[in-house]
């Protein structure tokens, strides 16, 4: 029997050829686009810059909604699984990102839990009132620091409210700076073991998980360990609590008690701004991998690493390009990767930090 | 020629890769440098006043400090914004700091507590100023925001130049540098970088009171023509926001002289006068501040029970706390008042038969 097998001709061999390669370039096409590439306005940075903090990517909104874009975003912090979470503190609510940058879902929205006399209460669970700082536990719960709703509002990984506290209308301890003398006027909070950290105007209050008082320190004044408008805190693994004491122009950390363990940075002058100084506005700390301390400094315009003997590092600079910053204000770390929420660019950035 | 043009060319690009100190100019350092080319603003000292506490980067610039690059950018100002400010505008520039978290903010304060402001110095938005003109009516003015609006450079100076004596804070909302550094009050002397002389004014006037107020509401000073106004002291006779009759004490009608600032009693005059009040007007802040209780007041004593009296540190104790303070930026009152309606009037002025 004659093979009945058709031959190709040359012809219809290379437009086959041809046919399968576009339909895999068309495919690959689709892949990246739906797959890879990043939503709304996030812009992946291939700058590899020169060391320090490199940028990977910038995040400047959702890209979608009625808020596309940020507005003074004053909070970020990744999650567990490396998501974002950006606290879009002029839009009064958190947006969450991939690890890739790409927009998830926002929760929040304003409330009012506090209203002045001859006003009514907006608030219902979930809203928040310029919320600052953020912090998101092993188990992807979220804490968020309402800070003209004197109170920590709480969420679950994918922002269902869950629990606020303290009471904002119930005087807290010894009293802290919240409207009217009651609740706390909180700017940052961190979690860690089961416990919340959280600054006030002059003092750390912290917290179980569950919003328990478990004890509070600091006061005004000019002494070591006093505070004046702390604006970022974290914790170690011993216990230890790192606090941006931005107005005396420092960081102090403490160990479990409250005992000050060390300071770097020295008050400046209100008059006399010396040209030698530590840090110009300290707003947020993080520890970094190795246990160095990151401080994201708005006045000097860049992410000062040190440890208790002082200053280590310094990297990036005023300016609006990828690694550079205008008035940053939050800073968190998750393996190499740091987030800074880069304020007055309305945008956050994710770098990488290389030493 | 030809090896003539290839051999200047690269003497341009030599010239071009070693720049002039000028071109290669350091931003990173350029607080050290600002001045030596700038100088300072007129009446800008460079020698810090130390009765005027938390400036911070406002003011008190030397070849030493470091202050100029907080606000101002060489090279990488946005698109559109003005005098190489960070911000595109003056406002967002001021709010990059002023945001409410450092005790200081401004606009936006009394939304966040579910109110609606009813009067504001509206910055940014207007250049209409109500009584502007001497004859009591509204003018416009060239202010110095985009369009000739009004923004808040017009009445403060952020490098502290030209500005008004210090005075009594007008709101004890801070317990830290000042309080501390000044154990015996809790009132710490500032300025608020108000400029002498706003945009607009006539003449420059130190002392902060009515005379300030009406460098651009001059229609609404005592003796302008053409209209009648409710009668205000003024430098001149003595008055200002440090000097005033202020009530003693509760179901007190004896008064002496002193601030405004960290406390409501004073704000009014009841009948009948005292020592101290007797022959003189109020000055525009008792009648136009925060919004507050100021207590009741009946002839011949003044129930001063409901009125704030400020004496520790915002926060710290609830019946002394009105943390939102905001004058004269909102109020929630129309016209800055701090009572509305008949309560207001009724402070001072006794019906008939009552």
Known sequence: MAST???????????????????????????LLFYMAPTGFTELVVDPGEGGLRPIMVISGPGTGENPSFSRPM??????????????????????????????????????????????????????????????????????????????SVFDAEGAFLRRFPDPATRVGFGASGQDGTGIAVTDVAVRDGKVYATDTYQVVIFTTEGELLGQFGKPGLEEGDLDHPNGIDVDENGVIYVADSNHNRVTAFDPDGEVLWQVGERVTEMAREAEYTFGLPRDVALSEDETLLV??????????????????????????PGQFNFANSVDVRGSDVVIADKENDRVQVLELIR | MRWFAGISALI??????FASPALAYDEAGSGRTCIECHGLELGES???????????????????????????????????????LPAATIKDTCN??????????????????????????RIEATNIVPGGATDGSDTSRVFSAAGGLMTCSDCHSPHDGQTVDPFTGDRVRDASEAAQSEATTLTPATNRLLRQRPTGADSAVTVYGSSWCGGCH??????????????????????AYDNVPLVDGIDQITTSLGSLGGTNRGYTMPATRTVEQAGHKPICQQCHEDARSVGDVTQGTI?????FTVTTADGTTTTDNPRFQVFPHESVNDSFLIEENDDLCLNCHVPPGG
């Open chain 2, 218 to 239: 001059k229609g609404r000073l005592s003796g302008s023509a053409g209209v009648v106004n409710h009668p205000v002291e003024t430098e001149t006779a003595g008055f």
């Open chain 1, 75 to 152: 909070g970020a912090a990744f999650g567990p699984d490396g998501r974002i979470y950006t606290v879009d503190t002029g839009n009064n609510r958190v947006c969450v990102f991939d690890d890739n940058g790409r927009f998830l879902f926002e929760f929040g929205g304003f409330g009012v839990a506090k209203p002045a006399p001859g006003a009514e209460a907006s608030w219902e669970e979930g809203k928040l009132n310029s919320p600052l700082g953020i912090d998101i536990d092993d188990d992807g719960t979220v804490y968020v620091a309402d800070f003209r709703n004197d109170s920590i």
């Open chain 2, 46 to 84: 460079a020698v810090p006043t130390p009765t005027v506490t938390r400036k911070g980067p406002h003011g008190g610039y030397s070849t030493g400090t470091q202050k100029c690059e907080t606000c101002h950018t060489v090279h990488v100002a946005p698109l559109g914004s003005t005098m190489l």
């Open chain 2, 96 to 121: 990059s700091c002023h945001d409410g978290t450092g005790g200081q903010g401004v606009y936006g304060v009394l939304a966040a507590r579910g109110l609606t402001p009813n009067s504001a110095h």
């Open chain 2, 303 to 307: 129930d001063a029970s409901e009125a």
């Open chain 1, 5 to 31: 097998r058709r031959q190709l001709t040359p012809r219809q061999a290379f437009t086959l050829i041809a046919v399968v390669l576009a339909v895999a370039l068309i495919a690959l096409v689709l892949y």
């Open chain 1, 296 to 321: 994201v400094d708005a006045f000097e315009f860049d992410v000062a690493e040190i440890d208790e003997t002082g200053i280590i590092a310094r990297y990036g600079a005023r300016g609006v390009e």
């Open chain 2, 12 to 17: 341009m690009i030599g010239v071009l890769a």
